[in-house]
């Protein structure tokens, strides 16, 4: 095990020697990570489908890529978010000038998930980088291949006392959170996100969760219905459903339904079409047994009309959409993680509506409808992370969208301006002229006095 404890305390001694700080710094640093990132690209790729049979285009389209656009769209606006922010002086205040100053925390933690190992470990060490802190990443154990390219891929580029790997399991996980960092940054599950959450209030250190939960798709009865499902199918199935984001049920009005169903089942033929004995051809896999079987009990007693096909020798389950599904099912229960979709029937905006506000607030929410007044009431009355309207996944893939949960789906957001943001502290300042000093505020107060402070005040 690695000497963690050392390596805070390096990052922490070069932290304070205020290089990080600069800006041309900062920027050559995003440079480096990005160029290093484009010369690996073989060695990632190969890893993540070592650690969970992701295909090329998968990987470059739903990793590499969205954080090579991160790390470009920081990079060209860094210079503009690290200037002082003027605020408005109040004529009480005068003469003086007021303005907020950006400064990073210091040294931060960086602690990510399994199902998207590579984008969801360095995204938001772009945002830390950007923002002048050292930083210690720490890759999920359950991804091993990506977590050593990650390590490779950071020793390269940075000295440990700015930016380390720290890769390992439950150990490392527990060492780390011991350490009074300035700032941690998590990505997992509710329940882990509590103890982090824990171990944090030890060192009154402030967090970022982003977590997970039951994302719902609502289908509205004036839905474009076979688009809707399309776009479904593409949202769930992707990385075999393990996606914090991906939706993890359906509400769809009785005469909907069956429609619906149809072109579900038709895209899902289109798009994962079963080769020799039943395998898809480049589909992801379940990341391990547990969570393999985890699914599988998920689907006893459910009534099955797509799918359902497992294979123990390569963790894989074919897509599966699930019908007639009832609030108090097992696969209900639980964030569902995996490539099975539930269908509920729900007959109007308000029950649907009802159901999401019954159940803690979700991360996403996706809403297909072309009636404006339906949308405008979701928007006002359902609280979520965020979402799309007539789509999946997408609001995730922009940085100049904030990316975040609300509730038991997370705190804090980031992406863009929000990632620079989440590891920045803004100082308040208040730039007092000496050319003037009205003696209005001091003792004694006399009544001519009162009377001015109170016009000003």
Known sequence: MMNLPDIFEKQRAFFLSGKTRELDFRVRSLKKLSECITRSKDQILQALHTDLNKSDIEGEMTEISVLQEEIRYV???????????PARTSLALLPARCYRVSEPYGVVLIMSPWNYPFLLS???LVGALAAGNCAIVKPSA???????????????CFAQEHCAVVE?????????????FDYIFFTGSTSVGKKVMEAASANLTPVSLELGGKSPVIVDKSANVDLAAKRI???????????????????VPESLKDHLQERLVHWTDVCYPAGEQGYIPDYPRIVNEKHFDRLLGLLEDQKIIKGGESFRQTLTINPTILTDVFPDSPVMQEEIFGPVL?????????????FI?????PLALYLFTEDKKIRDRIFREVSFGGGCINDTLLHVASSHLPFGGVGFSGMGSYHGKAGFDTFTHYKSIVDKGTWFDPSLRYRPYTAKKIRWLKKML
């Open 75 to 85: 990079s060209q606006r860094l210079h503009k978010w690290t200037r002082h922010i």
């Open 342 to 354: 539930p269908i509920l029937t729900c007959n109007s905006i308000t029950e649907a509506v009802e």
């Open 233 to 251: 199918v593409f949202g769930k199935f992707i990385n075999a459903g393990q996606t914090c984001v991906a939706p993890d049920y359906i509400l």
């Open 168 to 180: 390992g399991g439950r150990a490392e996980n527990t060492g780390l959170l011991a350490l009074p």
């Open 142 to 156: 359950y991804a091993p291949a990506t977590s050593s390219v990650i390590a490779k891929i950071v020793g390269e």
């Open 122 to 124: 360095l995204d938001p």
């Open 357 to 361: 506000r019954e159940r803690p607030k």
